[in-house]
């Protein structure tokens, strides 16, 4: 992989609100793998800043708690939005995309993976055991697709996964 896409993995969440810790907890455990080709950068929210390292990025990979959606997690598409208006307390994936496109010119492929989480309103430095399961199967789902450098397959795989729950009306 030392020659494949430049993939930036970026997390983000407070740690000592339980499962909003699910980002930070994604990013430490995909560090650990040393995967060749990955970097990894963690904060408590996305800032301005981020736009550089995503500039710098072929492959970026959001990466954050959800409070609701699909179990264990979703992976979807994300693209920059229309203009680069943003607030200094809440900046979007999109945003910072466009950012990075106005500013660098720069376009990576980009995706959000919203791991499920349950326990937000409690403070404490420990994930839920759900939500550790749903860990546990995102960064299994990440570190595969990072290493097969096949994005594109996982994210169709995903969604079709997602349309087949919601038909059933598991979603």
């Not at 203009?83 to 307390?89: A, I």
């Not at 450098?149 to 979603?171: H, I, P, Q, R, W």
């Amino acid at each position: 992989m030392a020659n494949g896409p430049r993939i930036l993995i970026l997390a983000w969440g407070n740690p000592g609100r339980r499962d909003d810790g699910l980002g930070p907890a994604a990013a430490a455990a995909l560090e650990a793998l040393d995967v060749p080709g990955l970097k990894v950068a963690c904060d408590y929210q996305l800032t301005v800043e981020d736009v550089a390292a995503i500039a710098e990025s072929d492959v970026v990979i959001f990466v954050d708690a959800a409070i609701a959606g699909p179990e264990p997690f979703s992976f979807q598409r994300v693209t920059p939005g229309e203009g680069s208006s943003f607030s200094t307390h809440s900046v979007t994936p999109s945003q910072v995309l466009t950012l990075a496109a106005d500013l660098f010119g720069a376009r990576p492929a980009a995706w959000l993976l919203g791991i499920r989480g349950y326990e937000f309103d409690e403070f404490g430095e420990s994930l839920s055991p759900a939500a550790q399961k749903n860990l546990a199967a995102a960064v299994g789902f990440l570190r595969n697709m990072v290493e097969r450098g096949d994005f594109y397959g996982a994210a169709a795989a995903s969604e079709a996964a997602l349309v087949d729950a919601a038909s059933k009306g598991v979603v």
